[in-house]
């Protein structure tokens, strides 16, 4: 009896160890590990497959080259424990939280132990050039009681695009080649970005290679500050908030401002015949100085003439005139003036008559201008003037005489007005006076002259 009873116990001994064999041959294997596995952010099917959100931030819309990001990891539902891997194809993971851990080569993340369901990790962005970046997550919620039953787990893909590398601003400059010191020195600047950002402009100007600093920043320089043959130099640099374009530069050389010429008529009215005048008084150089003065003219009839280095300037016309002036600056500088003059006829004297009366002429004429004075003139030399149309002369010798009377008006001495008489003087008891006592004179002299010689021979003598 006590034998059969030994061999049921050993029966049911190996019964019991074979039954135990079964249990644990047949419970399935268990992917995850409680203290975190890399490489499995793609999930596993080992545990249960209710599903829970995957969460990540941190990370931007689109990544800058080099840039560190801190990303944050959790799950949408609460659990005792729980678990993560995030694996990236580009960039590197470094500074995991508290129950995280990073592989060697930093692409991949996970848990270090299954006490926390959020961590953090830094990712630093792929150089520039790298293009998409993809985060790849899984989560899992477990229940704490080391088996696959009652755990939740999901997945997340997140893909992070470059920012595309800032291209730097371009900015063109151009100065006229030609300008003077009577207008502004304007710059033109033009600028672009290709990627749409805000350009700023600096703007330097330099005269002779000497920085004008009140100038920085302005656009145009003020015609008051330009002068012949200065060198002006403009450099631009243009910014987009992020780059300098390269930096452009232009110079002009300021040219020397042409001086006006403006002919002034000074003689008011212009007669036919008379004498007129003009000048380059009005003239100007914004720049410089005129420093003379060329003008030629031209009538109608042929007539034709010209000076240099006048600023006032007469001639004579018959007929319609073209007046040119000339004038040039201490640079060079050349300015012209052309005026067309209308000549008109002026007053004259007539009908000079002259009557010798005895010892006198008298002379009488008539005027068809204004209320004038009148120069009388014997033989080319002025004797009189006067107010009136008649004049008595009294000649001092006989013989042919000429008389010219010579009309003024408003100080000018016509010549084409005037008109010529000659007439012969007759001898006269005067003339024959005049003569006798001039030989009186003569001889008087002489003995003045032998009476000193006399009185010094005296001397002389005395002295001997």
């Known amino acids: 009896m006590q034998m059969l009873q030994s061999i049921a116990m050993g029966r049911f001994s190996t019964l019991a160890l074979t039954l135990l064999l079964l249990i644990v041959i047949s419970a399935p294997a268990i992917d995850g590990q409680p203290t975190g596995k890399f490489n499995t952010s793609t999930g596993c099917n080992c545990h249960s497959t209710t599903a829970i959100d995957a969460q990540l931030s941190g990370y931007p819309s689109t990544y800058e080259a080099g840039e560190q990001y801190i990303l944050n990891i959790g799950m949408s539902v609460s659990a005792p424990a729980g678990g ?3 694996d990236i194809d580009k960039g590197t993971l470094s500074n995991p ?6 592989n060697s080569p930093q692409l991949s993340a996970t848990h270090s132990s299954s ?3 959020s961590w953090t990790v830094t990712w630093t962005a792929p150089s520039s050039g790298s293009g998409m970046v993809t985060f790849s997550l899984a989560v899992l919620a477990a229940d704490g009681n080391t088996d696959t039953e009652g755990d939740s787990s999901g997945i997340l893909s997140v893909q ?9 601003p371009q900015v063109s400059l151009s100065l006229p080649s030609s300008v003077d010191s009577s207008t502004d020195l304007v710059a033109n600047i033009s600028s672009s970005d290709a990627d749409g950002d805000p350009v700023s402009i600096s703007i330097q100007w330099l005269r002779n290679g000497f920085r004008e600093g009140s100038l920085d920043n302005l656009q145009t320089v003020p015609a008051t500050m330009l002068g012949p043959g200065q060198i002006w130099t403009c450099k631009v640099i243009g910014n987009d908030g992020g780059e300098n374009s390269q ?6 050389t300021i040219s020397n401002s042409p001086p006006t010429a403006l002919i002034n008529i000074v003689t008011n009215p212009v007669w036919i015949g008379e004498a007129i005048t003009v000048n380059s008084q009005m003239s100007s150089d914004s720049d410089g100085e005129v420093v003379n003065s060329i003008w030629s003219w031209v009538d109608s009839s042929g007539n034709s003439g ?9 001639f004579t016309a018959y007929s319609q005139v073209t007046l040119t002036l000339q004038i040039v600056d201490d640079l060079g500088g050349i300015g012209l003036a052309t005026k067309t003059i209308e000549v008109v006829n002026g007053p004259h004297v007539s009908n000079i008559t002259s009557i010798q009366n005895g010892q006198q002429v008298e002379l009488s004429w008539q005027w068809d201008g204004e209320q004038s004075q009148f120069s009388v003139i014997r033989n080319g030399n002025i004797i009189a003037t006067t107010n009136q149309t008649s004049f008595t002369d009294t000649p001092t010798f006989s013989g042919e005489t000429s008389y010219s009377i010579q009309p003024i008006v408003d100080g000018r001495h016509l010549d084409a007005g005037s008109e010529s008489s000659p007439i012969t003087v007759e001898s006269s008891f005067k ?3 005049s003569t006798n006592d001039f030989g009186g004179i003569i001889i008087g002299f002489i003995m003045l002259i032998l009476s000193l010689i006399t009185v010094a021979m005296g001397y002389l003598n005395r002295g001997q």
């Open 431 to 433: 003339e024959i006076q």
């Open 160 to 168: 992070i695009a470059e920012v595309s590398p800032n291209t730097a």
């Open 84 to 86: 993560f891997s995030l």
């Open 97 to 102: 939280s508290t129950d995280a851990q990073v």
């Open 115 to 117: 006490d926390s369901t």
């Open 306 to 314: 010209s000076a240099r280095s006048m600023q006032s300037f007469t």
């Open 247 to 252: 930096e452009v530069i232009a110079s002009t």
